[in-house]
């Protein structure tokens, strides 16, 4: 599966953006789907993940109440809408693949398929 992120851009804080991760491959539905975010000189962290149905979805303390994980089976598509931006949510956000496709997997190591990362840059 390939995967292509998009969506970034320069917000000031308390603004919003809406990120999205274009899949492409039948078994795309199959998959579970993460967001992760890797600021200047900081380690990978995870930032949501939503299940293959779509029914459940989980994040990372830092967001939780601010952002939401979703997906649009149809379009082959996840999205991550980010509310309430903060300067420290500056990253790059790369959506990965989980291809095993249960649990609530926080590990980037869980993750199979990386798409190419979007820069989200919020000022303050």
């Known amino acids: 599966v390939q995967l292509q992120a998009s969506g970034g851009g320069l917000v000031q804080a308390g603004g919003s953006l809406r990120l999205s991760c274009a899949a492409s491959?039948?078994?795309?539905?199959?998959?579970?789907i993460g967001w992760f975010r890797q600021a200047p000189g900081k380690e990978r962290e995870f930032v949501a993940r939503v299940s293959t149905s779509g029914r459940s979805t989980y994040y990372a303390d830092s967001v939780k109440g601010r952002f939401t994980i979703s997906r649009d089976s149809a379009k082959n598509t996840v999205y991550l809408t980010m509310n309430s931006l903060k300067p420290e949510d500056t990253a790059v956000y790369y959506c990965?693949?989980?291809?095993?496709?249960?649990?609530?997997?926080?590990?980037?190591?869980?993750?199979?398929?990386w798409g190419q990362g979007t820069l989200v840059t919020v000022s303050s």
């Open positions: 990965a693949a989980d291809t095993y496709g249960v649990g609530s997997q926080r590990a980037s190591y869980e993750y199979e398929y």
């Open positions: 491959g039948r078994t795309f539905s199959s998959y579970a």
